[in-house]
């Protein structure tokens, strides 16, 4: 009977109101493409860039990739909203998109 209790006294209800269905799928593209290596490096980079952004060009030796692979692994982490771009001369310069990041960090806790 002991055995019972502890197993019964230990079961809670695990749901949440604050995280759903609907944000799983919303948050999962994200978390799908900084399933990449290459891709949480980059990300991590242009994260600790600032608000003033980083250059592609700026990306290639430290991610030890050639620049279309870079472009390849930004292009990725854009589609899934994690990075926004914009054109400056012929450079792409990439910022993190603030608010999905605040997301991802609240759902990891």
């Known amino acids: 009977m002991a055995k019972e209790q502890a197993v019964t006294g230990c ?8 995280f759903d269905e609907t944000d799983a799928a919303a948050l999962a593209p994200g978390f799908h493409a900084l399933g990449d290596p290459v891709r ?10 600032g608000p003033a952004g980083v250059c ?13 692979t870079v472009s390849h692994h930004l292009k ?9 771009s914009e054109k400056r001369g012929t450079w792409a310069w990439y910022t993190v998109e603030a608010e999905q990041l605040a997301r991802l960090r609240t759902v990891l806790g």
């Open 40 to 49: 949480l490096r980059l990300f991590s980079l242009i994260a600790a860039s």
């Open 76 to 84: 990725v982490l854009r589609t899934a909203g994690l990075v926004t």
């Open 56 to 68: 592609v060009c700026d990306l290639v030796e430290p991610s030890g990739r050639s620049q279309p």
């Open 11 to 18: 079961c809670q209800s695990l749901s949440s109101t604050d």
